[in-house]
């Protein structure tokens, strides 16, 4: 099933439900998708395009949730918690740092990493590698531990 077609079977389930905060979420990813399908570009809506989709939309939320911690808004950062459950529900099942370990380290082996100066060919192997799967944060404190 589709990411669109499962965002429109949870949009009536909300709906009956009366789950707001689902509802709010699930129209902003509809939202977010129209606007990546219409934007001209001509580029087809892949399954990897939709998680990076999908990622892009956590990150935002993330990003706002530590800002409204840090100013002590916790009536706002529920809101963002609520969302990013709700998003992370659209994405493969995501590796814990242990189970990324050793990836990384079979890529810091393959590509011949042996300091801080080799991350960024690191990074883009591991990024490619697992996609969808880790966020970049994640993976990045991975690396920069392996390899300091």
Request: charged letters at 30%; aromatic letters at 2%; glycine letters at 6%.
């Amino acid at each position: 099933m589709s990411l669109e077609a499962k965002i429109n079977q949870d949009l009536k389930t909300a709906m009956k439900a009366k789950d707001q905060a689902a509802l709010r979420t699930i129209r902003a990813v509809k939202s977010a998708l129209l606007l990546q399908k219409t934007d001209g570009s001509g580029t087809e809506m892949t399954e990897e395009l939709e998680i990076k989709l999908i990622q892009k939309l956590i990150k935002s939320r993330k990003d706002s949730l530590e800002i409204y911690e840090k100013q002590g808004r916790e009536d706002l950062a529920v809101t963002e918690r609520e969302e990013v459950a709700i998003l992370e529900r659209y994405l493969p099942a995501q590796l814990s740092v242990e189970e990324l370990k050793p990836i990384i380290q079979e890529i810091i082996t393959k590509t011949g990493a042996s300091s801080m100066k080799d991350m960024g060919k690191v990074m883009g192997m591991a990024n490619g590698q697992l996609k969808g799967q880790a966020d970049g944060k994640t993976i990045s404190s991975v690396v920069k531990e392996l390899l300091g």
